[in-house]
Structures are given as structure tokens and as C-alpha cells.
């Protein structure tokens, strides 16, 4: 069992930037990956790393926006959010797959609870 915990989510304004942090409860060999879900829409994919750092993929629309980073040594999974837009406005979930990387979100056994990022324009 792993557990994981988000933080760095706030209200920020359009253009501007945030960095959330995941920390999870143990080490864990495990794929990371950011997902959010906006007020009636579904769950999307965000971004991903591979258990090394080897491997990044994000959603076309974050790609050029969005980083995804991790530091083993901390159990700590980072995403860097850059240029936000209102359309940003999300709840932010990290997750854990002891698969390979992956953008499903079937794939994913663990779950955080989610931090609010709220954008204004």
C-alpha cells in the first residue's frame, strides 16, 4: 500500500505559474502521473515519468507548459505548471502504476486526493 499526498495547489492568476508536489508514503518502484478532473468533465491524463526519469509524455495541450520531474530520493513527484490558463482550473491528482508508464488510467493503482488549482482570468 502506498499512500500519496499532493500539495502546491492554490488560485493563481492566468499567465502565471505553480509547482505542485507529490509525496508518497514510502518508496515506491512505481510510474508516476499527474491527472486532473474539471467540475463536470471527466478524469484527463496529464503527464507522466518513468520510474527513472527516463521517460516523460504528456497531454498534447500541457506539453509545452507543463513539467514533470520526480526525485526518488525524497518520494516526491513534481509537476511545474507554467503559462496557466483558466481552462487549467482543475482538481490535481498524482497517481501510482507499478506498470510500465502509462497514460490509462485504469493502470493506475494508487490514488491521491486530489489539490484544487483554480485560475482566474
Known amino acids: 500500500q502506498v499512500q500519496l499526498v499532493e500539495s502546491g495547489g492554490g488560485l493563481v492568476q492566468a499567465g502565471g505559474s505553480l509547482r505542485l508536489s507529490c509525496t508518497a508514503s514510502?518508496?515506491?518502484?512505481?510510474?508516476m502521473g499527474w491527472f486532473r478532473q474539471a467540475p463536470g468533465k471527466e478524469r484527463e491524463f496529464v503527464a507522466l515519468?518513468?520510474?527513472?526519469?527516463?521517460?516523460?509524455y504528456y497531454a498534447d495541450s500541457m506539453k509545452e507548459r507543463f513539467t514533470i520531474s520526480r526525485d526518488n530520493a525524497e518520494n516526491t513527484v513534481y509537476l511545474q505548471m507554467n503559462s496557466l490558463k483558466p481552462d487549467d482550473t482543475a482538481v490535481y491528482y498524482c497517481?501510482?502504476?507499478?506498470?510500465?508508464?502509462?497514460?490509462?488510467?485504469?493502470?493506475?493503482?494508487?490514488w491521491g486526493q486530489g489539490t484544487q488549482v483554480t485560475v482566474s482570468s
Open positions: 514510502r518508496r515506491a518502484n512505481y510510474a
Open positions: 497517481a501510482a502504476a507499478p506498470s510500465s508508464p502509462t497514460a490509462r488510467i485504469e493502470d493506475y493503482l494508487y
Open positions: 515519468i518513468s520510474r527513472t526519469s527516463g521517460t516523460t
